[in-house]
């Protein structure tokens, strides 16, 4: 046997399904394309599910359960975008001559494991409870002082509270996981199929590929809102009188990433199976190939090294209508990334709803705006056969539009009155006002009830008001009312009756609710802001490919995205995070010396969201408008009209899914 008879029996070993020497013949029915689809279909589908839908719906429980504040939330899709950014460059680069399918499965893995760390402090932080673990503890008025807070501190800094915080960078790491193993996913997913596959279908499997991640997102935010509607530590019942609309109640988050994460690693199991070359591999290389040479003479094989890598580098950032469109972009998605994260706590916030409302209703605008927005702009540009010009142009254009709709974010339900806290008490003899994050919550009616040990457990009086807790209402008896899971409260020495008030009681458990007229308006400007702000990316993209050599294309979409992950995504959660802990009015003490805020401002969180939202994107705007002006000047044209033009800077970048998510884009618009 010869040298070449050797090789082509290696090659054809190496491209049966199986694992390590195990090949049998049933498990060759899963060699196929159609197979490798539909598994990196269902990654991306349970991955988008994971990332973008239960990550954003479960934010308020987390914070909660954990005593967290929102700056400190915010840190989590942080360190998950420098997890992403480091190992996208780093394994991308090394898997361009290895088995990419083998890093393929193992992001899948890595992305599953983080997902089930991330569920982990739910079982190693004991029990909750939104009341007090001590058995003999009320939050009636009592005549006496209660040595309440020493017990509860020693019984919950034995069992949890103290404890709980440190998970914070449990947390962390599940991130830091999921962000690299989620990574490997686009940067070398979309690689592996591309070159398993015939060139003409590639498009049509990679647009099946990015259809799934705006579908799995929505699914996810659909199913943790059903999730959230179990009790924490479900299957346990949740304590009498807490009820779903109760501000205490905490949903079974961690069961959302359980689903994700088992789903993700008996995912990576056929995954590992598939050779590092499915069959026609070769054919469909030597198409490829052919295709490449009727259309360019570049050598996408050159490049690797850091010196031509620093000369691509120091061309891109020199190329001004390249960097104004980056720079526009950066401005995007500060604002993507930031909001999109918590979205579901401005809707808590400013609207009263709780995450499992704002779940599905978010999926919708999702789903609708931001996949509709992106057809939109690609029907737009291939219908007006828009060049670099007119993409930067429309970019411009649309930044106009979408910062005018940031004013939907002013929209919001007025504060109701919270005793203490944004109002008097009605039957307070002393007539001062609560400053906004200055709560006074002693008073005259509620002096003799020895509150200061009392938990938070919000109470609506037939006066309209809420009460910090029975207590502070002066209620000294309440009553279960079953039919209602709630209870009922008498002999509230605050709360003020009217003389034809016929109630039998004084108040209920829970917050006072009141009905919004501004709902739906907000609904209507946040979907237009989401289709212009999605329509203006993908003209930005298109201006971006127009804007530079097309040996440079993928190198400076690479950049690109390296961009937007460390100078967007990092801090923009981060950013927003602080605005809404800016917001808060009502904080309390935790035992281990930690906050969790209970109610925000809502004109204040709609006031620093639109400032946000309006100056960075009036940043962008600028930026695309200059982008426009510079491609119009400089003639950035003449790469449109001479493709087949010869470059002095080759350079092929290390991230190879841009490639390919390149020929998707231009096959699409």
């Known amino acids: 046997m010869n040298m070449t008879e050797i090789k082509t029996t290696q090659d054809s070993v190496k491209s049966y399904y199986g694992f390590g020497h195990f090949h049998p013949k049933w498990l060759q029915c899963l060699n196929h394309r159609w197979a490798l689809i539909t598994v990196v279909c269902l990654q991306v589908f349970i991955a988008g599910m994971l990332v973008n839908g239960f990550d954003t719906v479960t934010v308020s429980s987390v914070e909660k359960r954990f005593h ?72 009636l008025c009592m005549a006496k002082p209660s040595s309440f807070a020493a017990e509860i501190c020693q019984e919950e800094g034995s069992r949890s509270n103290t404890f709980v915080r440190n998970f914070f960078f449990v947390f962390i790491l599940g991130q830091i996981i999921i962000g690299a193993g989620n990574n490997l996913l686009w940067n070398i997913g979309c690689a592996y199929v591309d070159e398993n596959v015939h060139p003409t279908s590639s498009a049509m499997y990679l647009a099946a590929m990015l259809t799934l991640s705006t579908v799995g997102p929505s699914v996810g935010l659909q199913l943790a809102s059903r999730v959230l509607r179990m009790y924490v530590d479900s299957p346990a019942s949740a304590p009498e009188g807490l009820t779903i609309l109760d501000p205490r109640w905490i949903g079974a988050w961690w069961i959302c990433f359980l689903i994700a994460g088992v789903g993700l690693l008996i995912i990576s199991i056929p995954l590992y199976g598939f050779p590092r070359h499915l069959p026609n591999y070769e054919k469909y290389k030597k198409m490829r190939q052919e295709k490449a040479n009727e259309t360019s003479k570049i050598d996408y094989e050159y490049g690797y090294t850091i010196k031509d890598m620093l000369k691509a580098s120091k061309e891109l950032v020199t190329n001004k209508p390249y960097m104004l469109l980056v720079g526009g972009l950066v401005s995007q998605y500060v604002t993507v990334s930031g909001l999109g994260y918590f979205l579901i706590k401005i ?120 009460y910090f807790s029975p207590c502070h209402a002066g209620c000294s008896s309440s009553i279960y009312v079953p039919q209602y899971y709630t209870y009922a409260y008498l002999n509230c020495s605050c709360i003020k009756k009217e003389n034809n008030l016929t109630s039998a009681f004084d108040a209920r458990g829970g917050l006072c609710s009141a009905s919004c007229s501004l709902l739906t308006p907000f609904y209507v400007g946040l979907t237009i802001y989401v289709l212009a702000s999605s329509a203006k990316i993908v003209s930005a993209m298109e201006a971006i490919l127009r804007s530079v050599p097309e040996s440079q294309r993928s190198y400076a979409m690479g950049l690109n995205w390296a961009f937007l992950r460390l100078a967007a995504s990092m801090p923009g959660p981060i950013i927003v995070g602080i605005f809404i802990d800016q917001s808060c009015i009502l904080w309390t003490k935790n035992c281990d010396s930690s906050s969790t805020c209970w109610v925000y401002d809502s004109k204040t969180i709609s006031y620093y969201i639109t400032i946000l939202i309006a100056i960075v994107k009036t940043l962008g705007t600028i930026c695309f408008f200059f982008s426009w002006w510079h491609h119009k000047s400089h003639q950035i044209t003449e790469i449109e009209n001479n493709p087949n033009q010869q470059i002095s800077i080759k350079c092929s970048p290390p991230i190879h899914n841009d490639k390919v998510l390149l020929k998707l884009y231009e096959s699409t618009v």
């Open 68 to 139: 967290l504040k929102s700056t400190e939330i915010g840190a989590f899709p942080a360190c998950e975008e420098v997890s992403a950014a480091i190992t996208g460059f780093l394994a991308s680069y090394y898997a361009g001559q290895r088995h990419k399918g083998k890093f393929l499965a193992t992001g899948a893995a890595a992305t599953g494991i983080g997902a089930i760390i991330y569920a982990l402090p739910h079982f190693f932080a004991g029990q909750y409870h939104p009341a007090s673990p001590i058995t003999n503890y009320t939050d």
């Open 347 to 466: 809707f808590e916030a400013q609207f009263r709803m709780p995450a499992y409302q704002a779940g599905p209703i978010l999926s919708y605008i999702a789903l609708g705006g931001g996949a509709g927005g992106m057809l939109m702009g690609g029907v737009v540009m291939k219908l007006f056969k828009m060049n670099g010009v007119k993409a930067a142009q429309l970019a411009f254009f649309l930044g106009i539009v979408d910062t005018i709709a940031a004013a939907t974010f002013l929209a919001g339900c007025p504060n109701l009155p919270f005793a203490g806290v944004n109002s008097p008490y009605s039957a307070n003899l002393i007539t001062d006002t609560p400053k906004l994050g200055e709560p006074i919550l002693a008073a005259t009616c509620n002096s003799g009830c020895m509150c200061d040990d009392v938990k938070y457990n919000p109470i609506c009086g037939v006066d309209g008001t809420t």
